[in-house]
């Protein structure tokens, strides 16, 4: 009960860090959507933070959200799930089906799966998941995600070769550097190509995320504690 408390208390106090970050940027209250990141904790423990009224969450695997959120979803309405860690082309198809956003397209071969997937999945289902490009600002070459360079082309592939529809861009910039001139490039190649999400910012640095424009923040240690 303590660790399910605990998380109630934590949201509450993320989304009154987020308001207050959002009013203090000039920006509308509720111009920011927090997508809190539920990898690696089960059902249970996520539970609790629905039933506090969270419905935007970010999952990490297919595989791992394919365990937990049929059944949540049967249980509470309105849940939006974003897909936040890497996708292999193979798991292209459960991915359109299971999270309304993927937010981690960065290669021809995926958006290539993701072109043949996503007509499928709408003339089924009537519904798309919405699509965003990861980009590796900090070129590190351990991460996920396109260096910034080739962004500008590689949505112009998804337009014209795939007709896939991006509607913004997400990084994680590197850990040992400062992380607002990663959001700050971010931002720059969004208004380049008239792109309005950016998906950038998480427990330790969300604010400064709000202050550079960010639409979502992933937050997830800040609500749910540390795995372990």
């Known amino acids: ?27 509308a209250e509720d111009a920011v ?18 039933e506090a009224g969270q419905r935007v969450f970010g999952e990490n695997r297919v595989q791992e959200a394919k365990t ?41 071969s995926l958006a290539e799966e993701l072109a043949k997937e996503i007509p499928r999945e709408m003339a089924k289902t009537g519904r798309a998941p919405r699509l965003l490009v990861q980009v590796n600002t900090g070129e590190e070459p351990q991460k996920a995600g396109l260096a910034p360079h080739e962004v500008d082309a590689f949505l112009g592939a998804c337009r014209d070769r795939w007709k896939l529809q991006v509607e913004g861009l997400m990084c994680i910039p590197p850990a040992d550097q400062p992380p607002s001139p990663h959001f700050a490039l971010l931002r720059v190649i969004a208004q380049r190509n008239g792109l309005k ?3 950038m910012g998480m427990s330790a640095d969300f ?16 609500i749910f504690g540390h795995r372990g």
């Open 68 to 108: 937990k959120w049929p059944g949540l979803r049967e249980r509470f309405a309105g849940v939006e799930l974003h897909l936040i860690g890497p996708l292999q082309s193979n798991k292209a198809r459960e991915a359109v089906q299971l999270f309304d956003v993927i937010e981690t397209v960065d290669r021809d």
């Open 207 to 222: 604010e400064e995320a709000i202050q550079l424009g960010a639409t979502h923040v992933r937050v997830g240690s800040a």
């Open 33 to 50: 959507t927090l997508v809190a990141v539920s990898k690696t904790f089960m059902a249970d423990e996520i539970a609790p933070v629905l």
């Open 197 to 199: 999400t950016l998906s």
């Open 1 to 27: 009960m303590g660790t399910e408390c605990g998380a109630r208390e934590r949201l509450v106090e993320v989304r009154h860090a987020i308001t207050r970050a959002t009013l203090e940027a000039g920006r």
